[in-house]
Each structure stands twice: as C-alpha cells, then as structure tokens.
C-alpha cells in the first residue's frame, strides 16, 4: 500500500515537471522521457536550463543551487532530485 | 562611390500588418489611434494609442523562439519578413558577409522590462528571467534578424529616440555606399505601449489627452494639437548597391541619395528655436543628394501634434526653402497612426517609396485650421492628392536633439 502511494507521487511528480519542460521547451510531450536530456534531446540552451530550474523552484517551492542545478541534465535527474527534495 | 537603391519593403503599423493593407488605409484616410485595449488604463491619464491589432507572431514563425523576442523584435521580424520576400532576394544565393543590418529602436524590449521588474519587485532576484537581458536590450532586431537569416556583414542597432529608424536608414545608405555592404537590412522598430511607459510620456505632458476622440487626437500642425499618441509598428527596407541589384534584376522603389544628421545642443526633450537643428538636417541631407533645393517637390514632415514640434518645423522648412516653399507638397504620416518613435522614421520612408510610386500623397488627418507658421505650406489634407514627386526628403527629429534627413529620387539609370 505504502508503495502504491509512492508510486502515485512520483508519477504525479513527473507529469508536473514534463508540464514545464513542454511549456518552457516547446517541445511534444511524447519526447519527454526519464531519459531525455534538456541540451542534447529536447534543444534547450545554457538560458533555457536557467529558466527551467527557476520554473521548478517556483512550482515546487524550493532553491536550487547552481551547484546542483549543473547536474540536473537529464529529465529523470531532475525528478529525482525533486522527488528527494519534496519528501514530506 | 555606390548608388544606393530600395528594392523590398515591409511593414507592421496600427492600420494593418502589411504594406498593402498599411497603405490602403492610409490613402482613405483611416486613422490607426484608438481606446488601449493592451491594458488597463484605468489609472492612466492618457487612454489612447495607435496598437497594432491582431498580431500573432506564433503562427507565421516558430512559437519556440517568438517566446524569447520581445514584442519590438517580433513586430521587427514581422516586417523584415515581409521586406525580405518584397524584394525576391535569396541570401543563400549571396555572400552574407556583405549583407548587413541595421534597424532602429528608441527604447528596445519594453514589455519585457516591464514584466521582469514587476516579478523582482515581488519575488526577488531569484525569479528574474535570464532571458531579461536578451529580450530588452534595443540592439535584438538587429541581431535577431541576422540570426534568423544567417547574415554577417555590418550589424548594430541605431538608438536616437524619434529620429533611431532614420538614422538607421541613414547609416544603412553610407554603408553601402561606401562599399562595407552590398546589401543592408534596414528600417526601425518600437513596442512602446505599456503601463509604465505611457505614464512616463504622460507625465511629461508630451501625449494628447483626447480620450474622447481617439481619431482626432494626432493632428500635426492644427492650432488644436495638444500631444502626440503613443504608438507601436515596424517598417523595414531592403538597401541594395546598385550594381548588384541590377545584376539579380531585382525591382527598385527609388534611389536614396542623401543623408543629413544633425544635432540641437539646446535641450532634452525641446526642439531648437526656430528648428535650426532640423533646417541644418534638410540641408545636408539636400547638399548630399546633389541636387537643387527647387528639385524637392514632396516632404514627409516629423509632424508629431506637439506644440513646439510642429510650430519649429514649419519655420525650418520655409526658412531652408525660401520662396520654393509654396511648391512643396507636405504630410504628415503621425496624423494617420500616432508616433511609433524608433520605427516612425523607417514607416515614413516607406510612405515616402509608396507615394512616389504611385504618384499619390496620403492625406494629414485632422489638419482643420493650420497653425499660422503653416501659412504658405501646401499640406495634403481633406483626402490624398495626386501628385508627381521626383525628389523628397523625410524628417525625422527625436529626443535628445537628434535630427536626421533622409532624401529619395526616383530611380533613373
């Protein structure tokens, strides 16, 4: 049951990140995958990424280092990060 | 030395998001000035200004990168689109190092500016976008459309408030005709139409408060004038060695063949007594063209609606033109849409193309009773006139005290 529930969180996780990645990226949400990385698959730039990680912050209510925020490339790197970051 | 040539135009203004449809209006006399539908005025003094209506960039270029332009390189891209397919150029088929640009903008990415500063006046540092910087600086038109055609010749932007389109279209002319550039994508663009920005004009008490009557609100060189109307629109041109455009076979609107850039010394936002700036800007631009004061027959005025603007100007010209004066046929194009400022240069010597090639002056709306330093001026007004024009110049005057002159011939080989 408890994993259940973990599992839900996370997929409701992803769909909220994939949201942004399409809104900031413009990009098809198909393309969208664990993963797919923001400069090489889904043709953000070094200010694209810059806004990305802000778009997080502001939906998940955190910061973001830079430090972190550097290696945070892949889509699945980021759910993770955000998933630990928001465990209750 | 180069001939210089038009041959493509393109432009975006509040009575229609082409050159066709821009011009159409203009001839019937449709004003472009109207209730802001932007934004909400209701704190604002002023209410009124020439908006560029339904424009969606999105749908004629990629959406990804329309969110990254602020809406001044938007309408820029808009018209430089339109200017590029005028003049049947394949840039492709050019040396691109020999293909500059260089646009004019006032103020630059105002509403960009506008939106980041609200989120760091209410989220902090942290929320501002890194796009701010990118999207606000004036110079993006010209870089953005080099990026987006792949040009490399001369590239920077020309920034002297309401004179910045024409003296971009000047700089543009030298540049080829001494030889740094076989082509130059030239013109001007401005989005100045926000909250901010409107209270800052307002203040000044620089704009119209006619609210109750948008259309009647511009009217240069009527003794009812009280202030310009904000206004937002683009215009570009495509600038061509002669040669070269002969040898592609390209179409060509007109030569230009001279440029005349003063300055005021005198005040920040005040014309010179007696437009003395502007007469020496006429001037020039004339003694560059190497032809006869008596060879003009056609000025397209700066004409803004301002008190002092208006009064000045019509004092330079009688006095540079003496008694040839009376054989000048004048307008103003502000009368028709507001003062787009960075852009009103480069839609004016596209007004300026048009009539000559048509034969045609548009008329100066709401002139009803002329100021008496008008008398002896012979302005379009009451509908467009036929008129035959072989040589004209267009002013532009902007704040700062910066003049600029722009004279056009109709092309003869």
């Known amino acids: ?88 | 030395m180069n001939r210089v040539v038009v041959t493509g135009i393109g432009a975006i203004t509040p009575v229609g998001n082409d050159i066709k449809t821009t011009w159409d209006n203009f001839l019937k006399g449709k004003s472009g000035v109207d209730t802001i539908k932007g934004f909400d005025t209701s704190r604002h003094t002023v209410k009124i200004a020439g908006e560029v209506k339904d424009f969606e960039p999105e749908k004629k270029f990629d959406p990804k990168i329309i969110k990254k332009l602020d809406r001044c390189v938007q309408l820029c891209l808009w018209a430089t689109s339109e200017a590029v397919a005028d003049a049947q150029i394949d840039f492709d088929q050019c040396d691109k190092t020999q293909i500059g640009v260089i646009i004019g903008s006032g103020i630059g990415g105002l509403h960009t500016w506008e939106r980041e500063y609200s989120k760091f006046i209410e989220k902090g540092p942290a929320r501002v976008s890194p796009f701010l910087i990118p999207m606000m600086i004036p110079d993006m038109t010209s870089g953005y459309v080099a990026i987006h055609w792949g040009l490399k010749g001369p590239n920077y932007t020309t920034i002297s408030a309401c004179a910045s389109g024409a003296h971009a279209i000047g700089d543009a002319f030298r540049a080829i005709k001494y030889g740094d550039a076989n082509v130059v994508v030239t013109g001007g663009s401005e989005a100045p139409v926000t909250p901010f920005a409107l209270a800052g004009f307002s203040n000044m008490r620089a704009l119209s408060r006619r609210n109750d009557e948008p259309q009647k609100a511009s009217r240069p060189f009527d003794v009812d004038r009280d202030g310009f109307i904000m206004a937002e629109g683009a215009a570009t041109l495509i600038l061509e060695d002669l040669e070269f455009a002969k040898k592609r076979g390209a179409k060509i609107y007109a030569e230009i063949v001279g440029f005349g850039a003063t300055g005021d010394g005198y005040h920040i936002t005040a014309p010179a007594p007696e437009g003395e700036g502007a007469r020496r800007s006429m001037e020039r631009a004339i003694k560059e063209a190497g032809c006869r004061k008596d060879e003009i027959n056609y000025v397209n005025t700066h004409g803004t609606s301002t008190e002092l603007n208006d009064k000045f100007e019509a004092v330079a010209i009688k006095k540079l033109f003496g008694d040839h004066t009376k054989k000048l046929v004048l307008n103003a194009t502000k009368s028709m849409i507001g003062h787009t400022l960075g852009a009103a240069g480069a839609i004016e010597a596209v007004v300026v193309l048009l009539s000559m090639r048509d034969g045609i002056v548009h008329t100066s709306l709401n002139l009803e009773n002329p100021l008496p330093e008008c008398n002896g001026l012979d302005f379009v007004a009451g509908g467009p006139r036929k008129v035959i024009i072989d040589c004209a110049i267009s002013n532009s005057l902007g704040f700062g005290g910066h003049n600029a002159t722009l004279c056009f011939k109709r092309f003869s080989d």
Do not use: C, W
């Open chain 1, 1 to 88: 049951m408890k994993q259940k529930k973990k599992g839900e969180k996370k997929m409701a996780l992803f769909d909220d990140v994939r949201d942004i990645i399409v809104e900031q990226l413009h990009v098809p949400p198909e393309k969208v995958s664990l993963e797919a990385k923001f400069i090489e698959d889904l043709g953000a730039d070094s200010l694209d990424t810059v806004e990305l990680i802000m778009a997080f912050e502001e939906k998940f209510n955190l910061q973001i280092s830079e430090e972190e925020a550097q290696k945070l490339d892949t889509v699945g790197k980021a759910v993770a990060y955000l998933e630990d970051k928001t465990k209750a």
